[in-house]
C-alpha cells in the first residue's frame, strides 16, 4: 500500500468506526428514508432512549455523516454523506492504482515472490 492510500486509509478509520455500530446504522437508515428528523422522532422509533440516541447522533455529526439545524426550538437532524462519501472513493480509487502498480499482480511476475 503506497504511503498516500494509508494516509488517506487512516482518514476514513474514524468513518467506518462511526459507521460500525448498529444503531448508528439505522439511524442513518431512517434519516435516508425519511428526512429531516428531530431525537425525539428518531427515538420513537428506536428502542433506546433519547440519551442514547443523542449520543450516537453527536457521532455520527462529529464524523459529517449527518448535520443538524435549529427550527424554533426543535433540532432537526438530516443526512449528509457527501464528504464521507467522497473520502471513501478517494481511498478506493488509490488503493486500486496501488493493486494495479503491485509487482504481484503482473501477470510477467510469475515467479511466486508475491
Given at each position: 500500500?503506497?504511503?498516500?492510500?494509508?494516509?488517506?486509509?487512516?482518514?476514513?478509520?474514524?468513518?467506518?468506526?462511526a459507521l460500525k455500530?448498529?444503531?448508528?446504522?439505522?439511524?442513518?437508515?431512517?434519516?435516508?428514508?425519511?428526512?429531516?428528523?428531530?431525537?425525539?422522532?428518531?427515538?420513537?422509533?428506536?428502542?433506546?432512549?433519547?440519551?442514547?440516541?443523542?449520543?450516537?447522533?453527536?457521532?455520527?455529526?462529529?464524523?459529517?455523516?449527518?448535520?443538524?439545524?435549529?427550527?424554533g426550538t426543535q433540532?432537526?437532524?438530516?443526512?449528509?454523506?457527501?464528504?464521507?462519501?467522497?473520502?471513501?472513493?478517494?481511498?478506493?480509487?488509490?488503493?486500486?492504482?496501488?493493486?494495479?502498480?503491485?509487482?504481484?499482480?503482473?501477470?510477467?511476475?510469475?515467479?511466486?515472490?508475491?
Open positions: 500500500m503506497s504511503e498516500n492510500s494509508l494516509q488517506i486509509l487512516q482518514k476514513c478509520i474514524p468513518i467506518f468506526e455500530d448498529q444503531e448508528r446504522q439505522n439511524i442513518i437508515v431512517k434519516l435516508c428514508e425519511q428526512g429531516e428528523l428531530t431525537v425525539n422522532e428518531i427515538a420513537e422509533q428506536s428502542s433506546l432512549s433519547r440519551p442514547a440516541i443523542s449520543h450516537h447522533l453527536k457521532i455520527l455529526r462529529e464524523q459529517g455523516l449527518i448535520k443538524v439545524h435549529q427550527k433540532r432537526f437532524y438530516s443526512i449528509s454523506l457527501q464528504d464521507a462519501i467522497h473520502l471513501l472513493k478517494e481511498l478506493t480509487d488509490h488503493l486500486e492504482q496501488d493493486v494495479q502498480n503491485s509487482p504481484c499482480t503482473n501477470t510477467d511476475n510469475l515467479d511466486g515472490g508475491c
